[in-house]
């Protein structure tokens, strides 16, 4: 599918869509966030804008010009707010999730159907139920930890990530807690926050997400 269209054009695309739909994004945080019709600031909106452009460009060079790509499309937006609100309000909102999760899982039934990937996609589900779970029962073992957000976030990512392979779900999910507690860390030997302070885990399991795809390199 990559000779219909070149991988020249689908990164300049991105790039495009990343120009135009950050700022809009960054709004739809600030709104989520605050529940009012606050604008962000300008230096946010180039910034939603440059993280999605990346984010767009990283989903392209990982799956190339296939229906799985719309998954990691939606789920970069999906990002992009979901950091956002809960660096702002330590909330992930299931407005952003669930759709991100139902476009994630409609992409990979098309993929399969498609271009016959069932193995994945079937790997796909299995991990999202198994990440999800896991993520459920720690909540509830401590709910001063993960909250119920970060457990439909889990499960997402397990969407996601489950697809690449098992070992992209066990170091994306690694990377996130170890990046999770390393901000926690830095937080406490500054003084910012203390050993009871709630700190938003989205973020981190949204780079650890990021990273270990990164390792993981093309799924072509």
């Not at 809960?86 to 909102?93: F, N, T």
């Not at 994306?172 to 926690?184: C, E, H, I, T």
């Amino acid at each position: 599918m990559d000779d219909v269209l070149p991988r020249g054009l689908l990164l300049a695309l991105a790039v495009l869509t990343g120009a135009a739909a950050g700022p809009l994004l960054a709004r739809t945080a600030v709104r989520l966030a605050r529940s009012d019709a606050a604008r962000p600031t300008a230096a946010r909106a180039v910034a939603s804008a440059v993280v999605l452009a990346g984010l767009l460009c990283g989903a392209v060079l990982l799956t190339g010009a296939r229906p799985a790509t719309a998954a990691y499309a939606w789920a970069a937006g999906a990002a992009v707010v979901l950091a956002q609100v809960d660096l702002a309000v330590h909330r992930l909102p299931d407005r952003v999730t669930y759709p991100a999760a139902a476009v994630g899982a409609a992409a990979l039934l098309a993929d399969a159907a498609l271009l016959g990937t069932w193995p994945a996609l079937g790997r796909a589900l299995l991990a999202a139920a198994v990440a999800g779970g896991v993520a459920l029962l720690a909540a509830l073992a401590g709910p001063s930890g993960l909250g119920l957000g970060d457990v439909k976030l889990l499960a997402l990512l397990g969407l996601l990530l489950g697809w690449a392979g098992w070992g992209a779900l066990l170091a994306g999910v690694f990377l996130g807690l170890l990046a999770g507690a390393a901000v926690s860390l830095v937080l406490l030997a500054t003084r910012r926050a203390g050993w009871r302070t709630p700190v938003p885990f989205g973020p981190p399991l949204l780079v650890g997400a990021v990273l270990a795809l990164l390792v993981e390199g093309p799924l072509l």
